[in-house]
């Protein structure tokens, strides 16, 4: 409920995000993101309020995300357990036309067996895109889940300057 860039942001790996999408490259100052001229919209769901990390938390932050012009949220975070409201915050999400990218997970197992939320409804809802982490020669990075059934492709995750 803050549109201070800084409010509630305790990490860095979110920034670390933004400018791997949207740094602008060619000033000097550097490295370049994938898409230049983009709009960011920081929603810190980790920050070091009250709520900080908990299901609440994303799907408030999802909920302020879509209610503000998301095209896009990219959710670098995941875990086995899930609940209603989470699965219900995505359903509403994909109903918006927005589009949720989530990653895989970072303990190395598949997540056909083991399932990782919200990547893991990627099986259930077209717009949730999951993503495992490759290395620079497009292999599979050693602690990627992975899943032929639950996870949409690979990215690259090992080694990113930003």
């Known amino acids: 409920n ?8 305790d990490s860095d790996h979110g920034m670390h995000v933004s400018g ?6 060619n000033n000097g100052i550097g490295v370049t993101g994938m898409a230049w001229t983009t709009r960011l919209m920081s929603v810190a769901m980790f920050g070091t309020g009250p709520n900080a990390g908990t299901i609440s938390a994303q799907v408030e ?7 503000n012009g998301a095209k896009l949220i990219n959710a670098s975070l995941g875990g086995a ?9 995505v359903a509403a999400t994909n109903a918006a ?16 067996v083991n399932p990782s939320f919200p990547a893991n409804y990627s099986s259930e809802f077209p717009l949730v895109l999951a993503i495992a982490a490759v290395d620079r020669n497009d292999n599979l990075a050693g602690f990627s889940q992975y899943g032929v059934r639950n996870v949409t492709l690979g990215a690259p ?3 990113i300057h930003s």
């Open 81 to 89: 357990g899930t609940n209603q409201a989470e699965r219900d915050a």
């Open 97 to 112: 036309g927005v589009i949720l990218v989530a990653a895989a997970g970072n303990d190395g197992v598949d997540n056909d």
């Open 2 to 9: 803050s549109s201070d860039l800084m409010a509630g942001v």
């Open 61 to 67: 932050g999802m909920a302020y995300a879509v209610a």
């Open 20 to 25: 791997t999408i949207g740094a602008v490259g």
């Open 157 to 159: 995750g090992v080694d």
